[in-house]
């Protein structure tokens, strides 16, 4: 158990590094309203995902450390909208259509209502 949570806090300390190094990077050479940095990681954290997954699929190719270092350490760290997408395919592919659907708007809608929830609260006890 603690194991595996150094391997998962190792790759999340390197995965959040790396986010930061990449959106400072591209919004500081291409500054623009849209957060392309935060867009940028988020597709490549998916790309990457997708390869961490597949690859365990294949049966030895990744130990079950070293998935946890690179897609709940390294992914989760440097962007969770890969989970989250990474969630929502296995859920398709797996024929749970409504459960996909179900989970994708939920996440969508709460989180941006929790988002603002959160706002608001700042805004009332200050």
Not at 18 to 46: D, E, K, W
Not at 52 to 77: D, I, Q
């Amino acid at each position: 158990m603690y194991r595996s949570l150094l391997f998962i806090g190792i790759g999340s300390f390197i995965g959040g590094i790396c986010r930061y190094l990449l959106q400072q990077l591209i919004q500081n050479n291409y500054p623009s309203s849209v957060p392309f940095g935060t867009l940028i990681v988020n597709i490549t954290g998916c790309f990457a995902i997708g390869l961490v997954y597949e690859l365990a699929a294949r049966g030895n190719l990744l130990s079950s450390e070293m998935r946890l270092f690179l897609a709940t350490g390294l992914c989760g760290g440097y962007t969770t909208f890969s989970s989250f997408a990474y969630e929502n395919v296995s859920m398709v592919l797996d024929g749970e259509f409504y459960y996909s659907m179900l989970y994708l708007v939920l996440s969508v809608v709460v989180g941006f209502g929790a988002v603002h929830a959160g706002i608001l609260f700042i805004k009332l006890i200050s």
